[in-house]
């Protein structure tokens, strides 16, 4: 598992190391140097004769890449700094002189040509222009002034240099994900402690690249913030069932879905939900369900967990009163329920954390519109962090926010931001199957999801992982179909277990 801190805690860490002189500095442009190194040495055969060109704002991060800069110029590298303050890193700008390298001050306004010359020239652009320190509004001055000759040196197909962002992408929110401004998009983020928030929520996360962290000593003490499950995580999590366990035990799932109109949410919802291997579904409504998958019974009976709303239209007052039901049994019986789609505006005020919602970020607006506050998809897509928390403090629901980065919010801090499926999995139908896996996990785990007020999250997380996954497996590199991505969920679950569902 993935864990970050927020700069509050990142900061409270170096604190004690710092009052006892310990060289957090140097450690960070040690480990920054070496990795940039690494880089060079694998896109070019060597590092010797390179041209790396430094982003440098006023704040220590620029005195990271500074000293890193000074580094790498002993190591034979052509460094450029480009500084957009006044008073850059003192020491840092004294030690990359003293090793060779070149300083070019950035003006405000249009760039002069050398400063043009030395990014067209680059084999490595370091992003040093803030860090941790970054205030809200994004970039400000000469600065904001690289961010786009960046982003078209990027678009070089093959040609540009490689972007490092120097410990998070410039002025990103540390502690919500959110861009305020253009951010530079990098190759690699070489973090340095800890990983943030930023460098797993969304839309941050989409600048971040590949996420290199540098040990320099610090204790992290206190609860992380967000966190991103790994594949190594799904054997502790997925409910695997025992050599005893009957069809029961295993966790049979309640589907209220399908509609006249969307008879296929229904489908694939329980394609989702057998597919992950629960013991039963059970289907109420209308859809050909039970012609698509024989093995579902029709029918009310006692379930584990519900999946309510995938293909549910507003006027279908039947299946409607169904997922209130269930919904209203979750406060009652204490059965999860996954409340999707067509089932969304049926929440009573408050519900209990095993009820989770599934909304994309439009649902999401509209739920939390209804509740009072005017937000629409952009202010959403904009911040999901933030509005999945407001959404989650609005109900008491666990919330998972689909999209490029799934967010995940539930109770007492549990927070999860996966990023595992491709591009292409935004496609008609990919959110029922995932609605159907969820509730399919949260059945075989009902007992333990009674007990943990938290463990929601942490499967809708799973969930969210195990969807991705399997997307990735149904084609890849190319397009899929929901009924594609709920056709690979098994061999993607017995791949994840690593042979350990016998
Ligand atoms: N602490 C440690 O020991 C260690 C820290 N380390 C490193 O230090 C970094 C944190 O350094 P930091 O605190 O100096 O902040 P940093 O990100 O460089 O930015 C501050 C500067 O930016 C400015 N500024 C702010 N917002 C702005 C905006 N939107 N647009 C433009 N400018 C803006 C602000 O100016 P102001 O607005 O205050 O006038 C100030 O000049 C951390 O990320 C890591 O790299 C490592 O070496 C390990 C040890
Ligand atoms: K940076």
Redesign the pocket.
């Known amino acids: 598992m993935l864990l970050t801190w927020d700069a509050a805690a990142v900061?409270a860490a170096?604190e004690p190391l710092?009052r006892d002189g310990a060289p957090?500095?140097a450690r960070?442009?040690t480990g920054l140097a070496h990795h940039v190194a690494r880089l060079l040495r694998g896109a070019r055969g060597a590092v010797r004769g390179a041209h790396a060109v430094l982003l440098v704002?006023?704040?220590?991060?620029?005195?990271?890449t500074l000293h890193a800069g000074a580094l790498l110029a002993r190591r034979g590298v052509r460094v450029t700094a480009l500084t957009t303050?006044a008073h850059p890193h003192a020491e840092g700008l004294a030690a990359l002189r003293t090793a060779g390298g070149r300083v070019l001050p950035v003006p405000d306004g249009d760039l002069p040509a050398p400063v043009r010359d030395a990014l067209d020239g680059a084999d490595v652009v370091l992003d040093g222009?803030?860090?941790?320190?970054?205030?809200?509004?994004?970039?400000?001055?000469p600065?904001a002034g690289l961010v786009a000759p960046l982003a078209d040196l990027r678009g070089r197909a093959g040609a540009g240099p490689l972007v490092v962002a120097?410990?998070?992408p410039s002025?990103v929110g540390v502690d919500d994900g959110t861009c305020a401004g253009p951010v530079p998009v990098a190759d690699v983020t070489v973090t340095?402690?800890a990983p943030q928030p930023a460098h797993v929520l969304p839309p941050a996360a989409g600048a971040v690249g590949d996420l290199v962290v540098v040990d320099?000593g610090l204790d992290l003490a206190g609860p992380p913030a967000v966190a991103r499950l790994e594949a190594a995580d799904v054997v502790d999590l997925w409910p695997v069932p025992s050599a005893s366990g009957h069809k029961y035990v295993r966790g049979v799932v309640g589907v209220v879905a399908g509609s006249a109109a969307y008879p296929g949410a229904a489908v694939l919802a329980t394609s989702g939900a057998l597919r992950a291997g629960v013991g039963m579904v059970r289907y109420l409504g209308d859809a050909p369900v039970v012609a698509a998958h024989p093995e579902v019974v029709a029918g009310p009976g006692r379930v584990q967990a519900w999946v309510v709303g995938p293909g549910v239209g507003p006027d279908d007052d039947v299946q409607r009163s169904r997922a209130r039901d269930a919904v209203a049994r979750a406060g009652s019986h204490g059965e999860p329920v996954v409340v999707d789609a067509g089932a969304l505006d049926l929440l009573p005020p408050h519900v209990p954390p095993h009820v989770v919602l599934t909304p994309h970020a439009g649902e999401l607006a509209t739920l939390l519109t209804a509740r009072g506050a005017a937000v629409s998809r952009a202010d959403v897509e904009a911040s999901p962090w933030e509005h999945a928390r407001r959404a989650h403090e609005a109900t008491g629901a666990t919330v998972l926010l689909k999209g490029p980065v799934t967010v995940v919010v539930g109770p007492h801090g549990a927070a999860y931001a996966q990023a595992d499926g491709p591009p292409w999995l935004a496609t008609a139908g990919a959110g029922d199957v995932l609605a159907g896996v969820l509730g399919a996990v949260l059945a075989g785990r009902a007992a333990d999801v009674a007990a943990d007020p938290t463990l929601p999250a942490a499967l809708a997380a799973l969930a969210a992982l195990v969807h991705g996954r399997a997307a990735h497996a149904a084609n890849p590199g190319g397009p899929v179909t929901a009924s594609a991505v709920a056709d690979a969920v098994p061999a993607t679950v017995a791949a994840l277990l690593g042979g350990t569902a016998r």
Do not use: Q, S, T, Y
């Open positions: 900061r170096e710092l957090l500095m960070a442009a704002g006023g704040g220590n991060n620029g005195g990271d303050v222009l803030l860090g941790l320190g970054a205030r809200r509004g994004g970039v400000r001055g600065g120097v410990d998070l002025g340095f402690g320099i």
